[in-house]
């Protein structure tokens, strides 16, 4: 299933993207796409199966301009723990080593937005970067776990990430990553969550971002130092996992920070565009704070 969420900032309504690419509204048999949805294997048989014979209704506009925008496809995040230098191609790009074991950092879930709405500049930004991710989303409370496969076997399901990052404020300024990555607007996601019985191997979905429309970005999860299983199971000996908490699982070459001088990095009126085969596109205007 495509299940997504749209309406204003804050007043989203759950929604459906079924097989014909005709947007149904799910607010009839479920209050949202969260994590209390995730966790209920009734409820998401319910959706599944209203899917099915067809029967829900076509989401509606209401007359109001916003009413059908699309906001993050998943409500009431719990954690959003990121992995950075996670492709082969991004560590040459950078200069990095090739890590030993996943490089973790944290986002807050306030970063998020939809996979159109505007990104924000941050004031005294020289820096800003694009990333598009692989952002999984977990289904199942995950601890300890023995083995990549039981790993995958707790996700709910993926969906795109743009992992937006400052790179002076990361890098430049002492202290954690973390400084650069939580301005506000740095993380837009979706269009969708894709359940994950629709993504036969997440090791092969391409990846790719534009900015101003000349391609940037253009990789694959197959170039993953560590799997997707692999991370989930990882993180799980480290932190407990829980549904609705999310996973971005690092980014391909191409990013400004890896060109050479002077770096491309993000202006206002920029626009990026990215995308992940099978699970949407994202487009973003960018604009000062």
Known sequence: MKLLRVGPAGAERPALLDEDGTLRDLSGIVPDIDPD????????????????????????????????????????????????????????????????????????????????????IPRGSEKTDWEV???????????????AEEALGHVAGYAVANDVSERAFQIERGGQWDKGKNCETFNPLGPWLVTADEVADPQALGMRLWVNGELRQDGTTAD??????????????????????????????????????????????DVVELEISGLGRQRQLLKPA
């Open 37 to 120: 949805l995730l966790a209920d294997a009734a409820a998401l048989g319910r959706v599944r199966e209203a899917a099915a014979a067809g029967t829900l209704p076509v989401a509606a506009a209401d007359g109001e301009p916003e009413a059908l925008r699309t906001g993050p496809p998943l409500a009431r995040i719990g954690k959003i723990v990121c992995i950075g230098l996670n492709f082969h191609d991004h560590a040459r790009e950078t200069g990095a080593a090739v890590p030993e074991e996943p490089i973790v950092f944290m986002k807050a879930p306030d970063t998020v937005v939809g996979p159109n709405d505007t990104v924000l």
């Open 224 to 269: 993953q130092i560590f799997p997707v299983g692999e991370v989930v199971r990882y993180l799980s000996h480290f932190m407990t996992l829980y549904p609705g908490d999310v996973i971005s699982t690092g980014t391909p070459a191409g990013v400004a920070m890896g060109m050479p001088e002077p770096k491309p990095y993000l202006r206002p009126g």
């Open 133 to 147: 991710e692989l952002a999984v989303v977990i289904g199942r409370t995950a601890r300890c776990l023995d083995s």
